[in-house]
């Protein structure tokens, strides 16, 4: 059996996408980051055999807004009080040793074909990356059934080491890897104008893509545009 996890949290004011909260206000990067919820769960809702929602915080409130969200589709998962690579390393250890592939809830734009990717380099390979461009990692893929890698321990998360680090593991530990095209989070203000450039691609190209991101899209429509650009202001 193979598993799709997503890392999300409840989209709260003040507790989710801080940093482009500066510039945007709480309340709007909390409306922004429910779009990208909304967004990649539709997205993925048919990938794998078995799809889960790790959630934060671990609480009945949350559970509940995320079953609203899901419907059926995902299981949900509470995240335990941990920092993150011990979070993510009990997930892998609650779902493996099959195929499980975990990815973050920061890039809406995330193609549906990535996780696939991820799922048939498995059958052949123990690790599989997906390195974000910040220099961290928007997917990580694990095969278990050799042996299990520790690869989240003494890593400095959320920082642009991450991707150098975790390889750097991989070759202590002598594991097979592959890594997929890279691609972006949205953590800052200028990283908007990105992910508007890259919508409105969508909606100019011919044909349906797996990238196309309809309530994030909405979303930004609500924003004004932002002077960004390093040096100005």
């Known amino acids: 059996m193979t ?8 989209p709260e004011p003040g507790r989710v996408k801080t940093r482009l909260a500066a510039v945007i206000g709480d309340a709007n990067a909390a409306e922004l980051y ?9 997205r993925f809702r048919q990938t794998g055999d078995r799809r889960v929602l790790a959630y934060s915080p671990a609480d009945d409130m949350t559970r509940e807004f995320f079953r609203q969200l899901a419907g059926g589709d995902y299981d949900l998962w509470p995240q335990p009080d941990a920092d993150l690579g011990t979070r993510m390393q009990t997930f892998f250890e609650t ?17 549906d074909e ?15 990356l997906g390195p ?9 893929g694990l095969n278990q059934r050799r042996r299990t890698w520790p690869i989240f321990n003494r890593i400095d998360w959320s920082t642009s080491r991450v991707l150098q680090q975790v390889l750097q593991r991989l070759l202590q530990e002598h594991a097979l890897v592959e890594v997929l095209p890279p691609w972006y989070d949205i953590d800052e203000p200028a990283d908007l104008d990105v992910l508007r450039g890259h919508l409105l691609a969508f909606r100019l190209s011919q044909g349906e893509h797996s990238s196309d991101s309809p309530a994030t899209r909405a979303a930004l429509e609500l924003l004004p545009e932002l002077d960004v650009l390093a040096g100005e202001g």
């Open 34 to 42: 429910r779009a990208f919820l909304t967004d990649l769960i539709e």
């Open 3 to 10: 598993t799709l996890g997503m890392f999300v949290k409840a």
């Open 114 to 128: 990535s996780p696939a990717a991820a799922f048939e380099l498995l059958e052949r390979t123990d690790v599989v």
């Open 132 to 140: 974000a461009t910040d220099g961290g990692l928007y997917l990580i």
């Open 95 to 111: 779902f493996g040793p099959e195929p499980v592939v975990l990815i973050g809830s920061d890039s809406p734009t995330l193609p």
